[in-house]
């Protein structure tokens, strides 16, 4: 017999079935809402290069078994006519079918076209209200289209001082819409009249220029004008033109040269007609106040060679210089479609004081990766220093010995993480650097001359990939509430559109850290836009051979150091977790051969199936495990995901190639390593354990064993961690898939070295590169590479995962783990359907579990074993797990 229990069981039974009764008649009127449209995961964008761009939609029915059942797209050129029904562009049949993302598969899409669309969706038992419209815009689509120029100005790589550009131009006929489109070598800010076009920072993403350069699109009717208009574009080197002497000899990159760029702006009359102004040798140059940019250390400005007016049409420029044609940086143009990196969030400074006579510090009371903006009023030559770092010395000035050791100036011209802003003396300015971002709690500003400052004349911007969160957990433990918080800002501190190890020191795309980190961010970001531009920048590194360099994207440094399967398996695991998180298998059909490509390298390299190449367990507490275990591993990981990829791309030759190789890696892994008798791998510390445990190498029949090994090995290790990032990124699941949830949790949950909280107890708000808070090396105060705890709280306590049977949470596998101290715990995640939400609270002796499954999918509950469940809403027990649906649902377990 079921029971249906309201959220509060201590209502009686009448009521209950009051609630339901009334619930029901509500539920019968109701009519599923279709929301959320996006095109390639993008509300309305106006970008697209793709040929047949992704279309989705997310079904709103709080009803219990709610469900699409079919669907009809209508994408027109016409919005009105749209409206009415009629589609001029694709209009497809009444599909029966649950998906709600579809490919474009209509008329051949054109350029520099508008497509509005909608969709219609039934559900489980009549037609729903179709969408609202939303629309897509195309770009140029195919690089023929480029009338504009390549153009810069005459200086060389080493000139320091950023080059402004303008041009302007008149408009005769009444402007209907206008699109900006610029790519550029470098950085840029763009502005019309005066007005800076758009709030994106840092633009373009960072690629192999050489190979593959993006352009941006913005809507710009608004900002021109019948008659005379400017158009203004300031070009910054970011890491098109590295100047700075850093780590990986980015000033020695192949590619490095004065930034250049290329303009259209395509104005489309109400006439019909177009126009299109271009960069052109017409154009005109002159320095701007920028005298220094880099986007590894920080950027000089000098407020005295400001130029008012110099982007708007009414400007005298005949001081300034002719622009020369250049050469495009590649001959791959493409369309930027992701989320840009923009100033997210305004971080007022907590507190300011008086080191001395010319010296202040701020705290912002966080460690953050982005900028600070200073305004302050002094004598016009005034020199202000603005020095950033993540800790104090013992002195009270700020210290940056932690994250400036790899950094060899060859003069202090060019100090680290330290802005330099000369002041104009024309009353109260303020400066925020364009073209650099830094990692940084505090900064010290220091001045020639005396100048006044408070509070508030200084800020802190956290700039990132601005994606959405798609995520939360809280909990009873306050602790590890704040751990998942300041894994998520080191987790977007690491975010610039590739995902990096830290935003000081390196800004590298270190592979490795980002494999580690992908889960934690699927949870907790809608960051698929990002993952996808960087498998495309991991395509553009590969050489013939598959080899892939251990940073991407790379000048070249990389394909000789760090580059064991360990670190560059991203590769094959970021494009399976894409699959799974939002069922959509392009990027892993995109990246097939590459991996195919990468692991036949490596098997010709190592016929036995196992690999030495690799790094290890990183920053290991103590123990340290053979690398050929971990490299193996993670070989063995990339050859089953490619095996998987196989059968679901219907390539059984492959399928049948790669399942015989994984299980000859897994069984030479176990041959070595594993104890059978024992149920100990090599040495049986806790990474030798758990990797195994978690990849899925040890055989079913003992993997209880092995688990219970580990349980005991951890407990020896007085319940605490000892593991480097291969070994972190593994142990929790590894205990908590395996019986062991609490034992999991006692590491989660520790307060003492080595452990999570530690560095929180000590004040964290962001995650370290090593446990040992006084390391003398490998200190970075923002690492992300021990971050996977934030995507375990969704796993190992939650319980919310994805099912690789049917993936994008059409299926939702919940396994809560009831944790024996925490009192109560909720996780939420967005996914494609909409909100799943997982948690529970501890009622007495019994536990509330309540679930929420977004409508059009399903989800299967998994208890703990030896928990029984007293009462749950009406479902029927299936054979493996309580199959439910969408609607609220409570369950009591004891
Ligand atoms: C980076 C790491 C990276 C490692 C590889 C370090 O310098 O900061 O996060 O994975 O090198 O060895």
Same mark, same amino acid.
């Given at each position: ?28 009127? *109701? *009519? ?23 279309? $989705? ?122 699109? #900006? ?38 809507? %710009?009717?608004?900002?021109?004008q019948?008659?005379?208009?400017a %158009?203004? %574009?300031? &070009? ?55 005298i ?13 060679l +400001? ?6 049409p !009414? ?9 020369? !044609? ?34 202040y ?27 950033? *770092? ?10 940056? /010995? ?7 100036p ?34 010290? %500003? ?35 509430n ?5 894994? !998520? ?45 960087w $498998? ?13 360099p ?67 367990d ?14 193996? #591993? ?54 030798? &354990? ?24 951890v ?6 961690l ?14 908590s898939?395996?019986?062991? *949830?609490?034992?999991?949790? /006692?590491?989660?949950?520790?307060e ?7 560095w ?15 390391a ?8 992300? $590479? =021990? ?40 996780? +939420? ?18 536990v ?14 998994? =208890? ?5 469940? $007293?009462?749950h809403?009406?479902?029927?027990n299936?054979e ?15």
């Open positions: 017999m079921t029971t249906i229990l309201p959220k509060n069981p201590s209502f009686s039974k009448i009521l209950l079935f009051i609630i339901l009764t009334l619930s029901s008649a509500y539920a019968a009127n *109701a *009519a599923a809402k279709i929301t959320g449209l996006k095109c390639e995961y993008l509300i309305n964008p106006i970008s697209m290069d793709s040929p047949h761009p992704r279309l $989705m939609w997310v079904m709103d029915d709080a009803r219990q078994g709610a469900k699409q059942t079919a669907y009809q797209l209508s994408v027109s050129t016409d919005s009105v006519e749209l409206s009415k029904g009629i589609a001029n562009t694709w209009q497809t049949v009444k599909v029966v079918s649950g998906n709600s993302r579809v490919n474009y598969n209509g008329k051949a899409l054109q350029p520099y076209t508008k497509y509005y669309w909608r969709v219609a969706v039934w559900d489980k038992d009549r037609k729903s209200d179709i969408s609202a419209i939303a629309s897509f815009e195309t770009g140029l689509m195919d690089k023929s289209n480029w009338k504009g120029t390549w153009i810069s100005d005459n200086n060389d790589a080493n000139a320091k001082p950023a080059p402004y550009f303008r041009n302007s131009f008149d408009l005769t006929k009444k402007i209907k819409s206008a699109r #900006a489109y610029i790519a550029v070598a470098g950085l840029y800010e763009l502005y019309i009249n005066g007005e800076k076009i758009g709030n994106h920072r840092l633009d373009p993403m960072y690629t192999r220029f050489d190979r593959r350069t993006l352009y941006v699109t913005y809507d %710009v009717t608004a900002q021109l019948s008659g005379k208009n %158009v203004g %574009v300031l &070009l910054g080197n970011g890491w098109y033109n590295h100047q700075s002497t850093a780590v990986w000899y980015f000033d020695k990159s192949p590619w490095r040269n004065r930034p250049a760029f290329c303009l259209d702006l395509r104005v489309t009359y109400e006439d019909g007609t177009t126009e299109t102004i271009s960069s052109n040798k017409k154009w005109k140059t002159a320095l701007s106040p920028v220094f940019n880099s986007i590894y250390t920080a950027e000089h400005y000098d407020a005295r +400001e130029q008012p007016g110099w982007n708007k !009414n400007f005298i420029d005949t001081a300034w210089k002719s622009v020369i !044609n250049r050469q495009a940086p590649s001959l791959n143009i493409v369309a930027q479609t992701m989320q840009p990196i923009r100033a997210v969030e305004k971080i007022p400074a907590q507190s300011i004081k008086k080191l001395d006579d010319k010296t510090l701020y705290d912002l009371g966080r460690n953050i990766s982005g900028v600070s903006s200073i305004t302050v009023k002094g004598e016009a030559g005034t020199i202000i220093r603005l020095k950033h *770092a993540e800790k104090l010395g013992k002195n009270g000035y700020v210290d940056q /010995s932690n994250i400036d050791l790899h950094y060899r060859t003069d202090d011209k060019d100090p680290f993480q330290t802005d330099i802003f000369i002041l104009s003396g024309k009353g109260e300015e303020t400066f925020m650097p364009r073209f650099n971002y830094k990692g940084f709690q505090y900064v010290e %500003v220091s001045s020639d001359k005396p100048i006044n400052l408070t509070k508030e004349s200084l800020t802190g911007y956290f700039m990132h990939s601005d994606v959405e969160p798609a995520g939360t957990i809280s909990s009873s433990n306050n602790t590890l704040k751990i998942w918080q300041a894994t !998520n800002n080191s987790y977007l501190s690491n975010f610039f559109g590739y995902p990096t190890d830290c935003p000081q020191r390196e800004k590298n795309g270190w592979t490795g850290d980002a494999h580690i980190a992908s889960e934690t961010g699927l949870y907790n970001f809608d960051g698929i836009t990002i993952y996808e531009k $498998m495309a920048d991991h395509r553009d590194e590969q050489q013939p051979n598959g080899v892939l251990s940073i991407i994207p790379s000048n070249g440094w990389g394909y000789e150091w760090g580059n064991g399967p360990d670190w560059t398996s991203t590769i094959a695991i970021i494009p399976w977790n894409l699959y799974m998180f939002y069922g959509d298998s392009k990027t892993l059909g995109d990246n097939y051969e590459a991996i195919k490509r990468y692991v036949n390298h490596i098997n010709d390299l190592y016929p036995t199936g196992l690999t030495t190449w690799g790094l290890g990183w920053v290991p507490v103590k123990a340290v495990s053979p690398v050929e275990f971990t490299s193996s #591993a993670y070989y063995f990981t990339d050859v089953s995901i490619l095996a998987k990829a196989a059968k679901l791309f219907g390539r059984a030759d492959d399928q049948k190639t790669y399942e015989a190789l994984a299980l000859k890696i897994k069984n030479a892994i176990n041959a070595k390593y594993l104890n059978t008798a024992t149920g100990i791998y090599d040495k049986g510390y806790q990474t030798e &354990l758990s990797v195994p445990l978690y990849w899925g190498i040890v055989p079913d029949s003992l993997k209880h064993k092995v688990a219970t090994r580990l349980a005991e090995r407990k020896q290790d007085n319940n605490h000892d593991a480097g990032i291969l070994g972190a990124k593994a142990i929790l699941s590894a205990l898939d395996n019986g062991y *949830a609490d034992v999991a949790y /006692s590491i989660a949950s520790q003492t070295f080595p452990s999570w909280g530690w929180i107890v000590n004040g964290a708000t962001t995650l370290y590169e090593n446990w040992d808070i006084t003398k090396s490998d200190l970075s105060l923002n690492h992300i $590479m =021990f971050g996977e705890i934030g995507a375990w709280y969704f796993k190992g306590i939650g319980g919310i995962k994805p099912d690789p049977k049917s993936p994008g949470f059409k299926n939702v596998l919940l396994t809560p783990n009831f944790i024996e101290k925490l009192d109560h715990f909720e996780s +939420e995640h967005t996914g494609p359907y909409g909100k799943i939400i997982s948690s529970w609270k501890r009622k007495g002796s019994t509330e579990y309540s679930v929420t499954v977004p409508a059009n999918s399903t989800a299967t509950v998994f =208890f703990p074993a030896g928990k029984k469940v $007293m009462a809403s009406g479902q029927v299936a493996n797990g309580l199959k439910i649906t969408s609607g609220d649902y409570v369950y009591l377990i004891k």
